[in-house]
């Protein structure tokens, strides 16, 4: 999901640089009383345009392209901000530094089409050595190659990239918030219509994301905790088009995701995600004797999306 960041609640804050204009009022002129104002910040701002610049300075030596030398410029610009900003702060740094950053990197992926949409066509060993060096570069600024699947590639920040960048820094909501997003993006949840992680991964995104909400109900990060968390509940109970949860011709949930829902519900029973499972299992003997093959799989997807949309507004 990467973040299923993929998800979308940000403000704009305006960071405004430090810049010296020369005085060129006649001394004579100036009246008697007048004082002349030191900017207490003025130490940490001109140490910043010191570092900005050699830093900058050293990118554009070996980097031509404009999104990425933006991605590299914001990266230094958090680090400088986050070092004296209280916790709320933080959190709107968070908001506004990683919708800019994920906005450059989409940008900067559709600059490198020659190599998203042909690396599948190459074996490792044979892979140009320009492209190479550019995913190694690349990898120097916490930005990796990934396959999403249907030879598609997409370069997207290293999957712990936010959480330990705001790690310490923002409220406790956020940095649990940013912690599961992580922990979900170590590998690739789905591609070519199925799911591609183990069912028992399936069911340790869902309890992590039910075990956020109920801690921190409060949370302006709840609203997207529970959508996240739907999807996966959904995807465990459901599957998807290539990886479904039952055969349609038997009406049979297959034995091993018979089990795993038992596993599920013996090992988690004070648990809203138990709830669901266990009203899914009830309403599929209950389904599979009342519907034809033509209606049977409309009418679990029906109920399912029922069921989580009025527990969710309820819990």
């Not at 940490?44 to 830093?55: T, V």
């Not at 409060?218 to 959508?227: C, D, G, H, P, Q």
């Not at 089990?259 to 648990?271: R, S």
Request: proline share 3%.
């Amino acid at each position: 999901m990467k973040m299923i960041l993929k998800t979308p609640i940000y403000i704009v804050l305006i960071f405004c640089l430090f810049s010296c204009k020369q005085n060129n009022v006649n001394v004579d002129e100036q009246p008697e009383d007048t004082v002349t104002t030191v900017d207490p910040d003025l130490e940490r701002k001109l140490q910043y345009e010191s570092e900005k610049k050699y830093s900058i300075g050293v990118i554009d030596a070996t980097i031509s392209n404009t999104y990425l030398l933006q991605i590299i410029e914001y990266q230094h610009d958090l680090a400088f901000l986050l070092k004296e900003a209280d916790s709320l702060k933080a959190n709107s740094l968070y908001e506004e530094f990683s919708e800019k950053m994920i906005s450059s990197l989409t940008d900067y992926n559709f600059t490198n089409s020659e190599i998203l949409d042909n690396y599948v066509n190459y074996e490792s060993v044979d892979v140009p050595k320009e492209w190479k060096v550019k995913i190694e570069k690349l990898k120097e600024n916490n930005i990796e190659l990934i396959y999403e699947g249907e030879g598609f590639y997409s370069f997207q920040y290293r999957h712990d990239y936010f959480y330990k960048t705001f790690k310490g820094k923002v409220t406790k909501d956020l940095e649990a918030f940013l912690y599961n997003y992580s922990e979900d993006d170590k590998n690739v949840f789905q591609m070519d219509a199925g799911i591609v992680v183990p069912w028992k991964d399936v069911r340790a995104r869902v309890l992590r994301w039910e075990k956020y909400i109920k801690k921190y109900p409060e949370s302006r990060y709840n609203v997207t905790a529970k959508e996240v968390f739907a999807y996966y509940l959904q995807s465990y109970l459901l599957g998807m088009d290539n990886t479904g949860t039952y055969e349609l011709s038997t009406k049979e949930i297959y034995p091993e995701i018979q089990q795993e829902f038992l596993i599920f519900i013996k090992e988690n029973p004070n648990t809203f995600s138990t709830e669901v499972v266990k009203d899914f299992l009830d309403f599929f003997e209950y389904a599979k004797k009342q519907y034809d093959h033509e209606a049977f799989s409309n009418q679990l997807n029906t109920h399912v999306n029922g069921i989580l949309q009025e527990s969710l507004n309820q819990h």
